[in-house]
Every structure is written in structure tokens, then in C-alpha cells.
């Protein structure tokens, strides 16, 4: 596997997904090796990761061209040096800086997968706008338009496209003009083991400081401006009960901003930001949640924080974007705002409060989660195609 992203670090869909394909393939006696972009934790350049040798190589993110730079001939020099001690079966490509990279080395790459996840060229341009213009930088944008040509590229040496939405297959379609490939949706999933509802829920929250009598709406998110944190804020402050609790897990470059607009809108009493949430910790908090808040304006690929939380229990309550509905519409479309605005947000919040907070609908929600969302089942037809594709 060569990625963009670690599966050990801290925060990121993806970076989860290469992680539970890695623990399980491992599982099932599959030798796997794994070529990532070193983060921003701490972390050693070669370790293990369930029996799976994982390998960082650096990346200089002094700007957005030497982070894309660095990041195309770190990867090259690895899976080059990779590739020539022995053959593999397979290569499963991630992201498009690394599979570009890796892909350059020329005709010795085996069969590959690639497993688009959204238009990373698009979201890597919204990721840090300019404080003046609030419009994505002039590099970022760069960067973003160099990763979808070579996301491209990457596509054209792929024998099998992995998406985990109907709505990421139709992205790539749009993107990228795929409707002749051989493109196969696998959802996502959850560990139902580790995310699970609590035997006691008043003792969870009062593990995590929260009164009994509050009302807790919880994100978590990278505090980046397509979250749309700030409408959830928004939403939030127009409820009219004092008995509400906002809380913000995740980090990002809108942090401070995030925390002015908590003071503007008079929510400091009504508003606790965790920071990262540990994996170990993050079901207490959604055990602890009345609701679950998504509050995304674009991009949402698949969502695993979604099938984590109703896995919990927890009702989700949700903008109409991206993979979203595909998971809210068949468990109750009430969850589903009318749309991105926080005027929405808030009317889905009320609304769903109405109905979602009863023991009866917690129950309904872990039950849709373990009938349609589940790894092994993933791993099931993600270990069917790594064997098609090895056999073809």
C-alpha cells in the first residue's frame, strides 16, 4: 500500500481506512507492506503496524510546492528501493502525490488498485484559504490542480478503482470521465466491538464532565473551512433551551477563528473544544451525545464519523452533501437537513430531538449500523478484488 497519509496518525478518514485494511488483510495471513508520507506526529520512520511494516519517508512542508515536490520523490526513491529486492502481487494506491511518485519508477510496477476517496485536488485547495480574500492561495491552488492531472494519470496505469460512496463514484466520473473503468463501491465500515453504545450512559458522562441535564450536540471534525463548524455554531446559538452543550473535537486552521466567533455569539458557557479526540476515547464521546452534529458544506466522500456515532447510539443529524444521505436517508430522512445553511442545521437539530433521543431510536440506530455497515464485510470484497486483479 502507498499512501498520502500514515495510519497512525492522529486524525483523518482515510488514514482510518488504510488502518483497518491493514490490521484485517494482516488477519487473514496477507504479507503487506505499507509507504506513507511521514505526519506531523511524532512517530519513527520504520515501525510496524499489525505485523505490517510501515514506512515514512520525509516531506518539507516549508510551502505548498516543496510539500507536492518532496512529497512525488520521497515516495519515487522508497518504492523504487522497494521494488527491487523482491516482486509483489499488488499495489494499492491511496492518494496521488505518493501513487504519481511511485508510479514514475517505469514498467516494473505490478497490478494496481487505486482507491479514490474525493477530489483531493479540489479539497487540498480549500484547505487553507488566504486571511484577506477567504479564497484558497495561489500555491494551494497550484498544488490542487497539479494533483488531479496526476491523479489522472495514476487512474490510466490502474486496473480496479475502489470508491466507498455512489456519490465519490459519480465525483470520479465527473472528475475524471471513469464510466469506462472498472470502478467497484465497497462502503466503509465500523468496529461495532469498539464503537458501541454504553451500558451506562449517565457514568459516561459524568466520566467527561458533563451534567446530567445538559443537552450535548457533539462534532468532530478537522476545523477546516468545508466542515462548516461555524454554521454549526450558528445553529446552535438560535436554540432557545440554556441546557445546550456544543463539543468540538479535532483541530485545524480555523481554531481561533472558531473560538472568536464562540465569544461573539455569547456561547462560552455553551460551547467545549477537546482538541483531537484519542481513538480509545472518541466512543465515550459519542455515547455521552444526544446528537451527533455533521454540518459539511462539500465533499463528504463517505463519513465514517457517521457509522461510528450510530454505532454508539447516537443519532446523526446531518447536511444533504456528498456520501450523507446514501447512509441517513434509509435509517430516517428527518435527520437530513434542508440544506448547508446554520438555519437548516439548527431546524434538523430541533427536529430530530423530537424523535431520535429515545432508548427505542438509539437501539434502531446501532441496529441499521450492524446490518449494513461492517470491516469484515469491507475487507471481504476489498480482499475479492486484490485477488481478481492479482489473477487477471
Not at 508520507?37 to 512542508?61: C, K, S
Not at 495514476?154 to 470521465?177: K, N, P, T, Y
Request: proline letters at 6%; hydrophobic letters at 40%; one cysteine or more.
Amino acid at each position: 500500500m502507498v499512501a498520502d497519509v500514515s495510519p497512525v496518525q492522529r486524525a483523518g478518514g482515510s488514514a482510518r481506512v488504510i488502518k483497518e485494511q491493514t490490521i484485517r488483510l494482516v488477519a487473514r495471513h496477507h504479507s503487506l507492506e505499507l509507504l506513507c508520507r511521514h505526519p506531523l506526529e511524532e512517530v519513527a520512520p520504520r515501525e510496524e503496524l499489525a505485523g505490517a511494516a510501515l514506512i515514512h519517508y520525509p516531506v518539507n512542508r516549508s510551502n505548498p510546492l516543496s510539500y507536492a515536490a518532496s512529497s512525488i520523490l520521497g515516495a519515487r526513491k522508497l518504492f523504487d528501493r522497494l521494488l527491487s529486492d523482491e516482486t509483489r502481487d499488488v499495489v494499492v494506491f491511496h492518494q496521488p502525490f505518493s501513487s504519481w511518485g511511485s508510479l514514475s519508477v517505469g514498467a516494473r510496477v505490478p497490478s494496481c488498485v487505486y482507491m479514490f476517496y474525493s477530489p483531493s485536488g479540489i479539497e487540498y485547495g480549500l484547505r487553507r484559504p488566504s486571511k484577506s480574500t477567504g479564497q484558497p492561495r495561489i500555491g494551494a491552488r497550484i498544488v490542487g490542480r497539479l494533483m488531479t492531472l496526476m491523479e489522472r494519470r495514476v487512474l490510466d496505469r490502474c486496473s480496479r478503482v475502489i470508491v466507498l460512496s455512489a456519490f465519490s463514484r459519480r465525483v470520479l466520473e465527473q472528475m475524471h470521465g471513469t464510466t469506462h473503468r472498472n470502478v467497484v463501491t465497497i462502503p466503509g465500515g465500523v468496529d461495532p466491538e469498539h464503537f458501541s453504545p454504553a451500558i451506562d450512559r449517565q457514568s459516561v458522562r459524568q466520566q467527561l464532565g458533563i451534567s446530567p441535564d445538559q443537552i450535548v450536540f457533539l462534532t468532530v471534525r478537522d476545523l477546516e473551512p468545508r466542515m462548516g463548524i461555524d454554521n454549526f455554531l450558528r445553529a446552535l446559538a438560535s436554540l432557545s433551551t440554556k441546557r445546550k452543550l456544543g463539543i468540538i473535537g479535532g483541530s485545524g486552521p480555523l481554531s481561533d477563528q472558531l473560538r472568536k466567533q464562540v465569544r461573539q455569539e455569547g456561547l462560552e458557557n455553551a460551547v467545549r473544544f477537546v482538541g483531537h479526540i484519542p481513538e480509545e476515547q472518541l466512543p465515550l464521546y459519542y455515547q455521552a451525545a444526544d446528537l451527533f452534529v455533521l454540518p459539511t458544506r462539500a465533499h463528504e466522500g463517505f463519513g465514517l464519523v457517521t457509522v461510528e456515532a450510530l454505532a454508539c447510539g447516537t443519532p446523526v443529524v446531518a447536511t444533504p452533501v456528498g456520501a450523507t444521505p446514501e447512509i441517513l436517508v434509509r435509517l430516517e430522512p428527518g435527520l437530513l437537513s434542508e440544506n448547508t445553511s446554520a438555519e437548516a442545521i439548527a431546524e434538523a437539530m430541533r427536529r430530530a430531538l423530537s424523535f431520535a433521543s429515545t432508548l427505542e431510536f438509539r437501539r434502531h440506530c446501532r441496529d441499521y449500523i450492524e446490518r449494513q455497515y461492517n470491516w469484515e464485510r469491507h475487507i471481504d470484497r476489498f480482499e475479492a478484488e486484490l485477488l481478481s486483479v492479482c489473477l487477471s
